[in-house]
């Protein structure tokens, strides 16, 4: 049985990932700011046959991630996969370079998810090795415009991962990149432009509980995104910037 820590479990794919890994039989610490939220979430886990322990914890606060974790390893009896979910993502059609917002990306999605990570490393050696995850996105493959300190705090936290992957792979810890593309969540659903391949929260969390089970270096989805995203990464900046510009022109049109 898995003893799991979730990040960012009060809502979309966190919730839904805790109730799917929680009908598979996990025991799991759900951490998030909102109480409530995560209370009713732990009642919904255990009716699917989970056990689930509620904890608080704003990721933006590295010193209670740090309390947060020794407190997830006292409810577990040691644990031995993290997945560091816990993100924003604010996308101010009027105004993409608010520092207030920029800053709060950085915190969350950056500070927040490299706390987690690093933090959870002696615990996992403590158990003799283990799962090392975090959600980032698609979006990180390449900097979308208006949309830059969203894809650069992804692109950080991917990079970071990749890094992770082969410091600890003698350490029997793996580490996994869960790159989403368009997921139906609270985040999207303030989203005024069309969405391709869009999944449910629900698949998602179907898709990643499946894959993490064979603990790869990275979980993209959907494919065709994945695919798309790969060739774009590699395009000269001569063929991206234009194609960028044009794609940002099209959803401000949109949103007018
Ligand atoms: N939806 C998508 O299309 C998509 C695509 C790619 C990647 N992602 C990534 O997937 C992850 C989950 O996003 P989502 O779409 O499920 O969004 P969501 O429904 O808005 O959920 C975000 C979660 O993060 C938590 N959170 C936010 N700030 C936090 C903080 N300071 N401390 C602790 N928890 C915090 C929220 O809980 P509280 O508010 O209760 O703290 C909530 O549980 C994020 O990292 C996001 O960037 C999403």
Known sequence: MKKIVLTGASSGIGRALAIELGRRGAELVIAARRKSELESLAQEIAAVGGTAHVLVLDVANVAAVKEGLAEADRMLGGFDTVIANAGVGINDPEDAFNWEDVERMLDVNVRGAFATLVHSIPYLRAHGGGQLSAVTSLAGRRGLPASGAYSASKAAVSVFLE?????????????????PGFVDTPMTQRNRFKMPFIWSAEKAASYISDELEGAPGVIAFPLPLDMVTSAVSMLPNVIYDPLAKLMLDRNKHKQE
């Open 163 to 179: 890094t992770l992957r082969v410091d600890l792979l003698a350490e029997n810890i793996r580490v996994t990149d869960i790159q």
